[in-house]
């Protein structure tokens, strides 16, 4: 049976993943609070009757503040830009490495009980045998990655210090309704929104390596299963065990908006992995993880909700 959380509070809350979580936390009936600098993020992302905290996760005073009478702490918020983590290394270790310290460092204070980290599959790079399980080469191919495994190691390091249970959830390629338009991450929006306009999709490399997309609501219910488990200490894949490769998205999305376009093509950025599949044999034992969401049954759903922001931001420029 799950255990009793009363108050969370969730890191990144405006954005794609943590407004998915907030909204699930409330439908469990618990308080929720959220912290987000609406640097990607957006209001209307988040479920009715949330306390909303706007700033960032680096302002002590303002994380005490968002802390006050919670339980336990899901930390999204992040710079989530494999890209940009090359452009502005700085930035990207700021928020990810010290900001997650400073939510590390006054949830313990606040002598909360547990804390669920998003992590990433970034933090495997590109020599681990396929499926990846949990103790995969740990070899990280960009500074995003690297800053995730270094927060992976403090989230560990200051539980144990404070005294609080954590969980390490390291998503794959999430995909889903409202998921936050950047030039560089979700490439399922990307293509959408592309196709939208009547532009063909970009593929980089030669589009045959294989990604492991993961339905937001699926990841949001593996926190939901995390809060509940007696799982402490740990890492834990959060994709479904199945490869799809990017010219097989492009393919899916054409025939569904762009009927006789071909994709473009463009050299594989660096800092991105040739293939990414997840073992779950870890999440399905620990969590009772059943990753059901299939990219070609959701895709219907995921089409409208770009679709509405596309027709929202045409009405708005
Ligand atoms: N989307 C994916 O495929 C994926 C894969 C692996 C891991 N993750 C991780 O999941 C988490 C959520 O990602 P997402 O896809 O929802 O991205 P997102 O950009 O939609 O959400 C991140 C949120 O954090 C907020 N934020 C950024 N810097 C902040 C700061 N300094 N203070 C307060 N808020 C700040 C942004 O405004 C945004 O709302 C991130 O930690 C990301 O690294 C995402």
């Known amino acids: 049976?799950?255990?009793?959380?009363?108050?969370?509070?969730?890191?990144?809350?405006?954005?794609?993943?943590?407004?998915?979580?907030?909204?699930?936390?409330?439908?469990?009936?618990?308080?929720?609070?959220?912290?987000?600098?609406?640097?990607?993020?957006?209001l209307e992302n988040l479920p009715s009757c949330v306390e909303f905290h706007h700033g960032s996760i680096l302002d002590q005073a303002l994380m005490k503040k968002a802390l006050?009478?919670?339980?336990?702490?899901?930390?999204?918020?992040?710079?989530?830009?494999?890209?940009?983590?090359?452009?502005?290394?700085?930035?990207?270790?700021?928020?990810?490495?010290l900001g997650t310290v400073n939510v590390l460092?006054?949830?313990?204070?606040?002598?909360?009980?547990?804390?669920?980290?998003?992590?990433?599959m970034a933090v495997y790079g590109d020599r681990a045998r396929l499926p990846v399980a949990e103790d995969g080469i740990l070899e990280p191919i960009s500074p995003y990655g690297a800053g995730k495994l270094a927060a992976e190691a403090y989230v560990r390091q200051l539980a144990r210090y404070y005294g609080f249970e954590s969980v390490v959830l390291r998503y794959f390629n999430t995909y889903g309704p409202g998921q936050t338009l950047t030039p560089y991450v979700g490439v399922i929006t990307i293509f959408i929104n592309s196709l939208l306009q009547g532009r063909p999709p970009m593929v980089f490399g030669s589009g045959a390596q294989v990604r492991d997309f993961v339905y937001v609501g699926d990841v949001a219910e593996a926190n939901i299963l995390a809060m509940k488990s007696s799982v402490n200490g740990m890492a834990v894949n959060v994709g479904t065990g199945k490869g799809t490769s990017v010219n097989d998205i492009a393919s899916l999305l054409i025939s569904r908006l762009g009927p006789g376009l071909e994709p473009v093509r463009a050299p594989l950025p660096l800092g991105e992995p040739k293939d990414s599949v997840a073992d779950i044999t870890r999440a399905r034992n620990l969590l009772g993880f059943d990753p059901r969401t299939r990219v070609e049954h959701a895709i219907s759903e995921v089409i409208e909700s770009v679709k509405a922001n596309f027709q929202a931001g045409l009405a708005g420029a």
Request: charged fraction near 25%; glycine fraction near 12%.
């Open 68 to 97: 006050a009478g919670v339980d336990i702490v899901f930390h999204n918020a992040a710079k989530v830009s494999i890209r940009n983590s090359f452009d502005d290394i700085y930035g990207d270790t700021e928020t990810n490495v």
């Open 105 to 120: 460092r006054e949830a313990g204070k606040a002598k909360i009980k547990k804390f669920i980290f998003a992590s990433s």
């Open 1 to 42: 049976m799950g255990r009793r959380y009363e108050k969370a509070l969730v890191t990144g809350g405006a954005g794609f993943i943590g407004s998915h979580i907030a909204g699930r936390l409330k439908a469990l009936g618990m308080e929720v609070a959220v912290i987000d600098d609406l640097s990607m993020g957006s």
